[in-house]
């Protein structure tokens, strides 16, 4: 086996191993008693080196405390996406926020069903009545303008024991660097502010026509240099924002292959 091959088998297990670990993997950090975990995948993993192609991302931020007392509110995120994807919305229906006040999972489908973009499941804490309340349900994501500006909406419904809509804007703003793409929420307050999310589980990416061409709301390519089966990269970077100006940052690292010109997608 020449030298060029041996190198070329390495790195096939290196990005292997790296993608494996990468599935199973969190980014943890820690400020005082507060928690983050964050993780994040795309699939396919096996992209063309250079002409984008569809992806769907998931993502899952999970929120607690050393203690297990309830986590503070979560009052901003910042969510940056690596240079190598890019979404794409044109043609594709939009949802007002306003629609989307105010109504249960069903009824922001009925409103707004073409321009759901995700979808996914959360989990909460409220204190009501003195007494911590765990809830869970389902999380719905939508394509819509926010001030004006790309964007899409996580509707959030809470139907015991109390019913509560929550409704989180999403800016899409072009980055700079490494990160192409940057996403911001400053978010509202849950139950009046006596609830605080404890994890959010999101599948974003839609396929869909317009004027006869196939679109993919995301899309990305595997920019590997030129030779190599494959990459590692920086796959996107977040920022939680917290009460009492406190900030915790995570960077999350995936793996892609390349994929050969004969093989489909």
Avoid: W
Wanted: proline share 7%.
């Amino acid at each position: 086996m020449g030298m060029r091959r041996r190198l070329a088998t390495l790195a096939l297990l290196l990005i292997a191993t790296g993608a494996l670990a990468a599935v199973a993997r969190a980014e943890i950090v820690q400020s005082g008693d507060l928690r983050v975990a964050f993780r994040g995948s795309f699939s396919p993993q096996t992209l063309p080196r250079e002409r984008p192609a569809p992806i769907a991302v998931e993502l899952d931020g999970e929120i607690s405390t050393t203690d297990g007392s309830q986590p503070p509110p979560l009052q901003q995120l910042r969510l940056e996406l690596n240079s190598a994807g890019r979404i794409d919305a044109r043609g594709l229906p939009a949802c007002r926020g306003a629609a989307l006040q105010a109504t249960s999972s069903e009824q922001a489908l009925e409103r707004c069903r073409p321009a759901r973009i995700g979808h996914g499941q959360f989990e909460a804490r409220l204190l009501f009545s003195g007494r911590p309340i765990l809830v869970d349900g389902r999380a719905l994501v939508f394509n819509g303008p926010v001030d004006g500006r790309p964007g899409m909406f996580i509707h959030i419904y809470i139907s015991h024991p109390v019913k509560v809509t929550l409704v989180i804007p999403l800016k899409i703003e072009r980055g700079s660097g490494s990160f192409g793409t940057v996403l911001s929420t400053r978010v509202p307050k849950l139950a009046g502010g006596i609830g605080s999310i404890t994890e959010l589980q999101l599948r974003i990416g839609r396929r869909y026509s317009y004027r006869g061409v196939a679109h993919s709301y995301l899309s990305a390519a595997c920019a590997a240099p030129e030779g190599f089966p494959g990459a590692t990269f920086p796959f996107a970077r977040a920022a939680f924002s917290f009460p009492g100006g406190r900030t915790m940052h995570t960077v999350l690292s995936r793996s892609c292959q390349v994929r050969s010109q004969g093989e489909s997608g």
